[in-house]
């Protein structure tokens, strides 16, 4: 587009039927060549029109045409000051073109094969493009780099517009370490693994679709998640190796398209960081999701555990029927709430994790089981002991129907279900972050949890006080003395773990634990 703009400016007439009639052959982009060619008949005679990146084209030309309209055989010397023109334009950023023609003899047949046709060029001159980097780009790397994502530039510019390009960006420093596609074609799988483990900053230039594919399975093969990025027919081979390919929208092909995983309308580097984004806080949220779900297995079995060791002198602190109410009814609409709780602060300036990691993981465990669960199992059977004690209740008394202690009994089991409810309430607070404090999201910054727990809360109170449910679950009517025992386990919940993630910190702010130790 920049060339045929160009082209107008200059006063050219551009119109595809006439170029399209006077076109006798058409010798298409060759990514290894880097060139590409047309012969067409033109002002009674027959052209070679070639294209292609400075450094194959130069080698092809054997004069260069002066600014009269005559040609001057292209010397050593004037081959080394065009070299030099090309090195200034890339150290700016720009994209450079060679132009080259040659006349081919009348009555002579036309050349099938480009090798025939490129040859004996007379350069014309060089065209230098600039499409400056997004505004928005640069902040995007930055993210990228405080997120630990390391970005390595596979192109097919020259390698200072590619370095140029980089440093402007912020991908790369001023030295960065640029390999060309010839050096990566001679590289050994083992050299080229030796270099991407030891250089941070690397820029692959002048690169084949080839190499793309090789780099891409180079760090697959050290354990890497890769993400490469592509527009053309012959990146689609990369796009599909790749766990992530990522294919232009807008100005990408179909085939990219097909054989990507992820398509951005937008074709804005931001979008890949903002996607980032999103996807970790999504896997957060599933975590938090099935922590806050395991919390409450050792709450529930707990009673059952009781019941058990006693020997039946402790009745059954939790019936059947309760512990289904508690799983099926109140647990249910926080446990969703989670999953749209806001990113914590710090997402993006975690390292990414390894590609081999469960999203169930030991510490997870330890704190849904053995933490959260024993504080909120504690607090139930807490209540439970409560009322039956206060009742005058001793191991091995009967409470069946119709037994002096019946009615103490039930208000003793209703006391476990509301005091694993409220226990729940902690936990749902406890759960929505891995790392930081509460207050750093707020408190009340996930509505949809607000109202889960105040569904959850009426719930329970239907459950409790409405006859039917009494008779159907078990359940008897508790004293405001009972209540008011029930209403710190939230608080007990949260702010044992606040303190359990602050002492985290402390320790990974020592330096005595990795930060990966703070993951729940």
Known sequence: MALLEAARALGEPLDPARRERQRRRHFHFDPVLKLMSTVDERDGAVWVHTKGAPEALLPLCTAVAEPDGGTVLLTPERLRRVEERVDAYARQGMRVLAVARRRLEPGRPLPDRREEAERGLTLLGLTAMIDPPRPQVADAVAHCRAAGIRIIVVTGDHPLTAAAVARQVGIT??????????????????????????????????????????????????GHVVAMTGDGVNDAPALRRADIGV???????????????????????????AAVRAG????????????????HSTPEITPAVVFALSGGAVPLPLTVLQLLAFDVGTETLPALALGREPAEP???????????????RAPMLLRAWLFLGVICAALAMSGFFFVLLRAGWRPGDPTGPGEPLNHAYRQATTMTFLGMITGQIGTAFAARTERVSLRSIGVFSNRLLLWGIAFELALAALFIYTPPFQSLLGTAALTPAMLALTVPFPFVVWGADEIRRWLLRRRAADGRTPPEGLAA
């Open 247 to 273: 294919a232009m929208g807008r100005s990408g092909t179909d085939v990219a398209r097909e054989a990507s995983t992820m398509v951005l309308t937008d074709d804005d580097f931001a979008t890949i960081v």
């Open 346 to 360: 710090g997402l993006m300036n975690r390292p990414p994790r390894r590609r081999t990691e469960s999203i169930i």
């Open 280 to 295: 970790r806080q999504g896997y957060d949220n599933i975590r938090k999701f099935i922590c806050y779900i395991f919390a």
């Open 173 to 222: 420093g001023d030295h960065p370490t640029v390999v060309n596609g010839e050096d990566l074609d001679a590289m050994s799988e083992d050299d080229l693994d030796a270099l991407l483990r030891g250089q941070r900053e690397l820029i692959f230039s002048r690169s084949s679709p080839e190499a793309k594919l090789r780099i891409a399975d180079a760090l697959r093969a050290e």
